[in-house]
């Protein structure tokens, strides 16, 4: 099955520890993009990777970290100094750049993060 | 006036009644609009896109109004399973740069009542 998989579906994050989400997608797609939601809010966007290799911050990249050594992974790093990091955290990815396609996102079905 | 805003609801509306909300936004330069639903605690889905000549599928009709920066969202004969939150949903918008990603409404909290 062609998809985008996130793991796990429920963390569990200690006072000054770092954790990671997993992202992998196995539809050969280029773009891939972290969005955090918190309770009756919107989507935000937290940093997107264009091509293997390349990432760039989204609207509040402070406190996270991610990398894009595979094509298929984008795994997100919440840090400790990411003071707020309960919430819903949704993986998505596209063809190509959505700044080139204009084309809509399909989603993973989320990890949620709470502080222990 | 914010990115994109809607009405969060919720709309309390009766099974097989017709139900229109809109979702107005800032950012003239963005490209693609679409209409997401997000069930309780899950991903969002999408719904359709949204094209000025105005499209529909099914139940559901969306309309396009670029003159006034307005998307319209109307569900016929309402079920019970489209009870959910409606997300309004557009492209940036990309002429002098800026992040990639789509920006998103904080939703419409619709629920059909039996």
């Known amino acids: 099955d062609g998809g985008i998989t996130q793991s796990p579906k429920y963390l569990f994050r200690k006072e000054g520890q770092n954790v990671t989400l997993s992202c992998e997608q196995n539809l050969n797609h280029d773009a891939m993009y972290w969005y955090r939601q918190d309770p009756g809010q919107g989507l935000r966007l937290i940093y997107y990777?264009?091509?293997?290799?390349?990432?760039q911050k989204g609207d509040i990249a402070e406190g996270y970290s991610v990398s894009r050594e595979k094509k298929e992974s984008f795994p997100l790093t919440v840090t400790s100094a990411q003071k707020n990091p309960t919430a819903f955290y949704l993986c998505?990815?596209?063809?190509?750049?959505?700044?080139?396609?204009?084309?809509?996102?399909?989603f993973g079905d989320g990890t949620r993060l709470s502080i222990l | 006036r914010k990115e994109v805003e809607q009405d969060p609801g919720p709309f309390n509306v009766p099974e097989g009644a017709t139900v229109a909300f809109n979702c107005t936004y800032s950012n003239s330069a963005s490209q693609s609009f679409f209409w997401y639903r997000q069930d309780c605690r899950k991903e969002p889905k999408l719904l359709m896109s949204?094209?000025?000549s105005g499209n529909e599928d099914g139940r559901f009709t969306a309309q396009l109004n670029r003159a006034s920066q307005y998307i319209s969202l109307l569900i016929r004969d309402s079920k019970l399973s489209d009870s959910a939150t409606y997300l309004c949903v557009m492209t940036r918008g990309y002429s002098g740069g800026g992040a990639d990603g789509l920006t998103f409404g904080k939703g419409t909290h619709l629920i059909i009542q039996p």
């Open positions: 949204v094209y000025s």
């Open positions: 998505a990815s596209t063809p190509r750049p959505i700044r080139q396609s204009n084309q809509p996102q399909h």
């Open positions: 990777s264009q091509i293997v290799n390349d990432f």
